[in-house]
């Protein structure tokens, strides 16, 4: 596990890609939740290094997000950044993200997002630890979200997998509270050196202008290339 940002994927893939989303909305949901929504998501990754001089790497990036229900394409986010590796534990980025919601029964609605985050991924033994400090500005409805993401990672010797688990919550400064949490399990495989596919499972609970909860979970399959 911006201004509209095209990324290739390899050939091979895309069908994949649509086999898996069709795949998720069919299969039968968990028992978690049963009045939760299902989704399938992808995530369509690029990152290109331009500069690098001992740790310092300067990385503008690039990720599709689509989510997909039994209706179809109900959510669409595009992400165009830059970020700067300054050791080989921390970087910083900035980045734009706007996103379009497609919900049946809503109107349609565009929103214009903009963050900065500090990423930390110290290492413990074998474990591979990442902590992401986001401050985002939704322009579009007049707030800060603060996110903070943490992710534990264990590669297992002699292969390429890394299963691994997550969790973010988000807090809105017009609500000043949680908003909106997201726990995963998933697994990471290192196809080649610059090329990896993360398949993960996500419970996201979200009450973001609501009274309760809402709850949301779904597979997602993430697909990512650093050139």
């Known amino acids: 596990m911006g201004s509209v940002v095209t990324v290739r994927v390899p050939g091979g893939w895309r069908p994949a ?4 989303a069709a ?9 978690i939740a049963q009045a939760a929504s299902r ?13 690098r001089k001992g740790p310092l790497a300067l ?8 989510r997909f229900r039994s209706t179809g394409l109900v959510y669409e986010q595009w992400n165009a950044g830059l970020r700067l ?5 921390l970087s910083v980025a900035a980045y734009y993200t706007p ?5 049946p029964g809503k109107p349609k609605a565009f929103k214009n997002v903009a963050g900065v985050d ?11 630890l990442l902590n992401r400090e986001t401050d985002e500005w939704h322009a579009t409805d007049g707030f800060h979200r603060y996110r903070n993401l943490l992710e534990i990672a264990y590669p297992l010797p002699g292969a390429r997998l890394s299963p691994y688990f997550y969790d973010e919550l988000r807090i809105d400064s017009d609500q000043g509270r949680v908003n909106m949490n997201d726990v995963g399990v998933g697994v990471q495989f290192n196809a080649t050196a610059t090329r990896t596919l993360r398949l993960a499972y996500d419970i996201e ?16 399959l993430a697909v990512a290339a650093h050139l």
């Open 85 to 89: 590796r300054v050791l080989p534990w």
């Open 59 to 66: 990385r503008p990036y690039a990720r599709a997000e689509s």
């Open 118 to 128: 500090v990423v930390l991924q110290p290492s413990l033994g074998r474990f591979r």
């Open 205 to 220: 609970a979200n009450r973001r202008l609501l009274p309760t909860l809402q709850y949301a979970h779904f597979v997602g």
């Open 17 to 20: 890609l649509g086999f898996l």
């Open 39 to 51: 989704e399938g998501r992808t995530y369509l990754d690029i990152e290109y290094t331009v500069l």
């Open 99 to 103: 996103r379009e919601q497609l919900y």
């Open 23 to 31: 795949l998720l909305l069919a299969a039968p949901a968990p028992g």
